[in-house]
């Protein structure tokens, strides 16, 4: 009789059904509503400013990537690089520098070509020694050199550079032709030096063993992990590259 009781004291509530229905309906209809107006902003707000970069006059022509992939590095990892040099490409940059301490991106090297080739931007291995990536340019970008380096890069360049000096006269030896020698072969189009540096993930903006003889004078910028950095970010680490102004210590 009490289990009776109880349904029967429910009756009342079912005709507040309909009512409850249509509340949670106009509720989840203004939740949609709302998620996509804000998906719908996002998209213009990232096209608008991918057309500010493009006409902007202060593109890096040398950046740099700074990671350090010694934990648990997987495709995920070549797939976010792959994006991040296609965005490079599509911006314009000509040179891009990418740092790994683990010297696992190295090691991967053929992946990430294979990458490129996938989303449409055929590359080429143009030198074994650094691995130098060459994009191949097509009728909308313009070719773009990657260079991959590990810490062992900079033990090597430590090396020569000792050798180099050990045979010049101690007189001539200047701050200037030192760095000369500490900097990598580059071609003759790019810039002196670096000119933007991106450390993903650094905690506390640190250079994870990056040779410092690289960005003795570029901006550095700090962004989220290569898992988690998207096009989004790209875009505004290039935005607030080109609005900052260069002291250059000064």
């Known amino acids: 009789m009490q289990l009776l009781d109880r349904l029967v004291s429910l009756l009342p509530l079912l005709d507040s059904v309909p009512l409850l229905a249509a509340r949670i309906f106009l509720i989840v209809g203004a939740f949609l509503c709302c998620i996509l107006l804000w998906t719908a902003a996002a998209s213009y707000l990232l096209k608008t400013r991918w057309a500010n970069l493009r006409v902007s006059p202060k593109i890096p022509r040398w950046m740099g990537l700074s990671m350090d992939l010694s934990g648990k590095p997987n495709t995920n990892s070549i797939a976010a690089l792959e994006s991040i040099i296609r965005f490079s490409v599509s911006l314009g940059i000509p040179f891009l520098t990418i740092y790994d301490a683990s010297g696992w991106i190295l090691e991967h090297h053929l992946e990430l070509v294979h990458h490129l080739a996938e989303q449409g931007v055929p590359s080429k291995i143009e030198s074994s020694e650094d691995i130098t990536i060459t994009t191949t340019p097509t009728?909308?970008?313009?070719?773009?050199?990657?260079?991959?380096?590990?810490?062992?890069?900079?033990?090597?360049?430590?090396?020569?550079?000792?050798?180099?000096?050990?045979?010049?006269?101690?007189?001539?030896?200047?701050?200037?032709?030192?760095?000369?020698?500490?900097?990598?072969?580059?071609?003759?189009?790019?810039?002196?030096?670096?000119?933007?540096?991106?450390?993903?993930?650094?905690?506390?903006?640190?250079?994870?063993?990056?040779?410092?003889w690289l960005v003795r004078s570029c901006e550095i910028l700090a962004c989220p992990p290569l898992h988690r950095f998207g096009e989004a970010d790209f875009v505004s680490a290039m935005t607030r590259f080109c609005g900052c102004v260069q002291r250059h210590g000064k």
């Open 139 to 212: 009728t909308s970008s313009d070719p773009c050199q990657v260079h991959l380096i590990s810490t062992r890069h900079s033990y090597f360049r430590l090396l020569e550079c000792a050798q180099a000096t050990a045979t010049q006269d101690p007189a001539s030896i200047t701050p200037d032709s030192f760095f000369s020698f500490l900097q990598p072969a580059m071609p003759d189009q790019c810039p002196p030096e670096m000119e933007c540096l991106l450390c993903l993930g650094s905690p506390g903006l640190s250079l994870q063993a990056m040779p410092p």
